[in-house]
């Protein structure tokens, strides 16, 4: 089982401990997660993948909404599914629009602090407390449905926080943010990482996810294909074999300047371009470079052809 340890200042308690061991999720004979360990134990993780992966599923399953096929989700320890009082220690924001339009962002956060069995006072207090937290005082008294997307994805933050949970399950928790609020919330997560809770957020967007987690879960096709510290991640996603075209002013030059070079797997040349295979990503742009400044050769357009997430994530599945 992966072990995803955080580095709070403070240790996390028992109830802020996630843990998966072979977890599989199926639909009918659609498999949405496929045998998935890891455990988490505080700090920021990061649930990379690209869409359709089985990110959300997992974080529904960790919020005991769904049961595993197969396998098992606790949480403090105990099974996720079936055991309401869970709920107290669990915050989630899901991807979906999951707030009512006619309810101010004061009412729908009192309301979610009630459904905590807050007494009607202590709701209030706690309702205005996460507000402030996302940054939407100003408009706690307006109704949701005149939010933009970004604002009504901080009501759904302030929602999951209102009752302070041990663990917050974000599910694209970016979606509809501006930079600053995305600034906002970053720092807001890493300040809740170092009280000692744990912090899991799925994210089809490397940047998100290298801004603030330091560990990260890759998920590809319902599998868990890597998992480590980010940087780790990280070089297995560069150092992989790359493919790059080249239009220049003299492509079969370039390319009998290339023959040889210890950066190049691959050559061809067609179509008004070269294709190049380099299995070395960080040498490969200066080589080229050069080879084309000494033989006087211009470079018009130099692109990779297998930058998606889901060659990136498929390469870490063939490993």
Request: glycine share 10%; net charge neutral; aromatic share 6%.
């Given at each position: 089982?992966?072990?995803v340890?955080?580095?709070?200042?403070?240790?996390?308690?028992?109830?802020?401990?996630?843990?998966?061991?072979?977890?599989?999720?199926?639909?009918?004979?659609?498999?949405?997660?496929?045998?998935?360990?890891?455990?988490?134990?505080?700090?920021?993780?990061?649930?990379?993948?690209?869409?359709?992966?089985?990110?959300?599923?997992?974080?529904?399953?960790?919020?005991?909404?769904?049961?595993?096929?197969?396998?098992?989700?606790?949480?403090?320890?105990?099974?996720?599914r079936?055991?309401?009082?869970?709920?107290?220690?669990i915050?989630?924001?899901?991807?979906?629009?999951?707030?009512?339009?006619?309810?101010?962002?004061?009412?729908?956060?009192?309301?979610?602090?009630?459904?905590?069995?807050?007494?009607?006072?202590e709701?209030?207090a706690?309702?205005?407390?996460?507000?402030?937290?996302?940054?939407?005082?100003?408009?706690?008294?307006?109704?949701?449905?005149?939010?933009?997307?970004?604002?009504?994805?901080?009501?759904?933050?302030?929602?999951?926080?209102?009752?302070?949970?041990?663990?917050?399950?974000?599910?694209?928790?970016?979606?509809?943010?501006?930079?600053?609020?995305?600034?906002?919330?970053?720092?807001?997560?890493?300040r809740m990482?170092?009280?000692?809770?744990?912090?899991?957020?799925?994210s089809?967007?490397?940047?998100?996810?290298?801004?603030?987690?330091?560990?990260?879960?890759?998920?590809?096709?319902?599998?868990?294909?890597?998992?480590?510290?980010?940087?780790?991640?990280?070089?297995?996603?560069?150092?992989?074999?790359?493919?790059?075209?080249?239009?220049s002013?003299?492509?079969?030059?370039?390319?009998?300047?290339?023959?040889?070079?210890?950066?190049?797997?691959?050559?061809?040349?067609?179509?008004g371009?070269?294709?190049?295979?380099?299995?070395?990503?960080?040498?490969?742009?200066?080589?080229?470079?050069?080879?084309?400044?000494?033989g006087g050769?211009?470079?018009?357009?130099?692109?990779?052809?297998?930058?998606?997430?889901?060659?990136?994530?498929?390469?870490?599945?063939?490993?």
């Open positions: 089982m992966t072990t340890h955080g580095e709070a200042e403070h240790p996390a308690d028992a109830t802020a401990t996630v843990a998966l061991d072979g977890t599989s999720r199926w639909y009918g004979n659609v498999v949405a997660v496929n045998e998935v360990s890891f455990r988490l134990d505080g700090g920021i993780t990061g649930l990379l993948g690209p869409n359709g992966a089985g990110k959300s599923t997992i974080l529904h399953m960790i919020a005991g909404f769904l049961a595993p096929s197969s396998g098992t989700v606790t949480v403090g320890g105990h099974p996720a079936g055991h309401p009082e869970m709920y107290r220690h915050g989630l924001v899901p991807e979906r629009e999951a707030v009512y339009p006619f309810l101010t962002g004061l009412q729908f956060v009192t309301a979610m602090a009630r459904l905590q069995g807050m007494a009607p006072a709701a209030a706690a309702a205005e407390r996460a507000i402030g937290l996302v940054e939407l005082t100003s408009a706690q008294g307006r109704p949701i449905g005149t939010y933009s997307k970004g604002m009504r994805q901080r009501a759904k933050v302030a929602a999951a926080l209102v009752h302070e949970p041990r663990i917050l399950l974000l599910d694209e928790p970016f979606n509809g943010m501006d930079p600053r609020q995305r600034l906002h919330m970053m720092d807001l997560l890493r990482a170092a009280e000692g809770r744990t912090i899991l957020f799925s089809h967007i490397l940047e998100e996810v290298e801004r603030i987690a330091e560990q990260v879960l890759v998920i590809v096709a319902g599998r868990l294909a890597a998992s480590g510290h980010f940087r780790e991640i990280r070089r297995l996603m560069t150092d992989r074999p790359h493919t790059f075209t080249i239009r002013s003299d492509d079969r030059a370039l390319a009998a300047g290339l023959v040889g070079d210890p950066t190049i797997g691959s050559l061809a040349v067609g179509d371009l070269l294709t190049v295979g380099t299995n070395d990503f960080g040498a490969f742009s200066p080589s080229v470079a050069g080879v084309a400044r000494r050769i211009s470079i018009h357009e130099l692109l990779p052809t297998d930058e998606s997430l889901e060659s990136v994530f498929s390469y870490l599945v063939r490993r």
